[in-house]
């Protein structure tokens, strides 16, 4: 088996201050969460930016702002900004990111529920994401929350509408209203994916450890942190993205599986730096 790549989701754009005073916001609380991920042991940090209030936004000089300063600090880490922003902003918003230099974002790959609210990404949607990240030669993590999610990446791939293989997959299961963060689902997923693809698997609320202890027993990757669980154990806060990313080594320590540095990332990942 590979190392395992252990990404950090450290601040999403719905968690508040309110839910877990260790949310970060500004970039220095940002910049603090990143490094406290890197030094436990993510080779990958998912980056969305807030305004210093806590409103999310993917205004482009927040992310060089943001990227700027993490890559100060920890220059070796792999970063992915998100473009699926939060729930309700357009596409040309969300794309800001895709404007600056780097080597990979997430995109989302359908419309669904997210809560009480809908995550729209429509077709015409993800063919215009597909091509910026073509054309500014980014490397996209397929994000997918169902399971037709896959099966349209899947197809735009083959039709040259985003870019190909291989493919770097995160099933993020669990959120409500969307596919459930089961183990059988993971397995009919993971079947189903090319053969030279790469896949994480993040599980939302408190299917975050469990789904994880999974994929490091299958040969995938790992996502944690404040996005999808602001939790180290059950009613117990966690104080830092660190600590959550922790916890995944012991258990992958447990369970024989090395970890990843970031270039080791690179190479697994297929990307060229
Ligand atoms: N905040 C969610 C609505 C992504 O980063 O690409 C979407 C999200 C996905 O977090
Ligand atoms: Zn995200």
Known sequence: MEKLIITAAICGAEVTKEQNPAVPYTVEE???????????????????????????????????????????????????????????????????????????????????????????????????????????????????FEMGHLDTALAMVKKGQMPGHPMQINFVLGVPGCTAATIPNLCWLVQNIPSDATWTATGVGRSEFPLAAAAIAMGGHVRVGFEDNLYIEKGVLAKSNGESVAKVVRMAKELGREIATPDEARRILGLKK
Do not use: W
């Open 30 to 144: 940002i910049v603090r969460e990143a490094k406290s991920a890197y030094d436990a042991g993510a080779a990958i940090v998912h980056l969305h930016v807030r305004k210093d209030d806590g409103t999310p936004t993917q205004d482009k000089a927040r992310f060089k702002e943001c990227i700027d300063a993490i890559l100060k600090v920890i220059p070796d880490v792999i970063l992915i900004p998100s473009t699926g922003g939060a729930v309700g902003m357009t596409a040309a918003e969300r794309l800001q990111p895709t404007e600056l230099p780097i080597e990979m974002a997430t995109l989302d790959c359908g419309t669904c529920n997210f809560g009480d609210e809908v995550f729209e990404n429509t077709m015409p949607m993800m063919r215009d994401f597909g091509k910026r990240m073509m054309e500014n030669n980014i490397k996209p993590e397929y994000e997918c």
